[in-house]
T-cell receptor
Framework: DAGITQSPRHKVTETGTPVTLRCHQT?????MYWYRQDPGHGLRLIHY???????DKGEVSDGYSVSRSKTEDFLLTLESATSSQTSVYFC????????????FGEGSWLTVV | QQQVKQSPQSLIVQKGGISIINCAYE??????FPWYQQFPGKGPALLIA?????SEKKEGRFTISFNKSAKQFSLHIMDSQPGDSATYFC????????????FGAGTILRVKS
């Protein structure tokens, strides 16, 4: 357990509704990431953060926004959920002090109906 | 554009056999190549990683072979065990640019007892 807590772990929501996934870490790591996992695609980076209030887009950022107001929390928001955003979402953390290892959370299963 | 291509998609190996998973990359700026293991319902966990200054790294039954000129790297699991049955992902990143991992599509390994 790398000290990462994702919430909620499972959620079913309707198309067009906003959804926020939360990632909380207890490791004080600088870098935080949100990935989505889909069959045949592996994991793809949505957004990442390199410090408080410092975020940038990843490979599949359209339809997603993020915020990081504290070192320990990284929020992923789907402003208006679509069925194509049905996926498993993983939060991850890393820091130079951890030898560049990226640690993943347990995942959040999101279904958009 | 898939920057990291992984093969095979699935693999069945007898207990005690050698499992081999291959990956190829395109971006010559990549300087960190980890392999992740994922069990159903869990997040990916780092198995072993290599930097491009070495051609091979071994940790227990797991070995990474790296061929910089061919832009390929592979994971070898010696004496494969049923407990090794999982999904394996190769990945690559540029460490100085936030260590944003680009993943292969994954290989589902089943070790038959």
């Amino acid at each position: 357990d790398a000290g990462i807590t994702q919430s909620p772990r499972h959620k079913v929501t309707e198309t067009g509704t906003p959804v926020t996934l939360r990632c909380h870490q207890t490791e004080n790591h600088r870098y935080m990431y949100w990935y989505r996992q889909d069959p045949g695609h592996g994991l793809r980076l949505i957004h990442y953060s390199y410090g408080v209030k410092d975020t940038d887009k990843g490979e599949v950022s359209d339809g997603y926004s993020v915020s990081r107001s504290k070192t320990e929390d990284f929020l992923l928001t789907l402003e208006s959920a679509t069925s194509s955003q049905t996926s498993v979402y993983f939060c991850a953390i890393s820091d130079w002090q951890s030898g560049n290892t990226i640690y993943f959370g347990e995942g959040s299963w999101l279904t958009v109906v | 554009q898939q920057q990291v291509k992984q093969s095979p998609q699935s693999l069945i190996v007898q207990k005690g056999g050698i499992s081999i998973i291959n990956c190829a990359y395109e971006n010559t700026a990549f300087d960190y190549f980890p392999w992740y293991q994922q069990f159903p319902g869990k997040g990916p966990a780092l198995l072993i990683a290599i930097r491009p200054d070495v051609s091979e790294k071994k940790e227990g039954r797991f070995t990474i072979s790296f061929n910089k000129s061919a832009k390929q790297f592979s994971l070898h699991i010696m004496d494969s065990q049923p407990g090794d049955s999982a999904t394996y992902f190769c990945a690559a990143s540029v460490l100085e640019y936030g260590n944003k991992l680009v993943f292969g599509a994954g290989t589902i390994l089943r070790v038959k007892s």
